[in-house]
């Protein structure tokens, strides 16, 4: 029996992505060969829509999106939902999407929609890792 991890969807080329894209990566899909993957996609899982306004953290902690929206709830929502499923599955691994206000493991945008990363993960990451899961981004592969 394989070992189950949960990667994100668009990894896989689910088009999931506020844009309605994926971003499907070679070697996160290969690791099909090796593990059960569960794929998830924490915005959907809390209620946003796709194709969706992006959305960043803010400083304080909200998430808003690039229409003004305080969306905090559907992304708290959607992490706590991600972290259910790898409990109920037994992940002790996640790969995730870098940059993601959500995913990003090593570093996601500032809350200024100007495009610029910080060294901070997203929530569901964050919480992820909070709950003693190892925590890769695509690039870790």
């Known amino acids: 029996m394989k070992k189950k991890i949960l990667v994100s969807a668009c990894l896989l ?3 999931c992505r506020y844009d309605g894209k994926s971003k499907p990566c070679e070697k996160v899909i290969r690791l099909g060969e090796d593990y059960e ?3 998830v ?5 809390g209620g946003l829509t796709t194709p969706r306004p992006p959305s960043e953290m803010q400083a304080d902690g909200r998430f808003i999106n ?4 305080d969306v905090t709830a559907e992304y708290r929502n959607g992490a706590n939902k991600t972290l259910h499923i790898a409990k109920e599955h037994g992940c002790a691994l996640a790969v995730l999407k870098e940059k993601s206000p959500s995913c990003g493991v090593h570093s996601r945008y500032d809350g200024t ?11 569901t990451a964050s919480l992820l ?3 003693g899961m190892t925590v890769l981004s695509e690039d870790d592969i």
């Open 13 to 15: 080329g689910t088009p």
């Open 37 to 39: 993957i569960i794929p």
């Open 41 to 45: 996609c924490p915005e959907q899982l």
């Open 66 to 69: 690039s229409d003004g929206a």
């Open 113 to 123: 929609f100007t495009r610029t990363l910080i060294r901070e993960s997203g929530i």
């Open 129 to 131: 890792r909070e709950n």
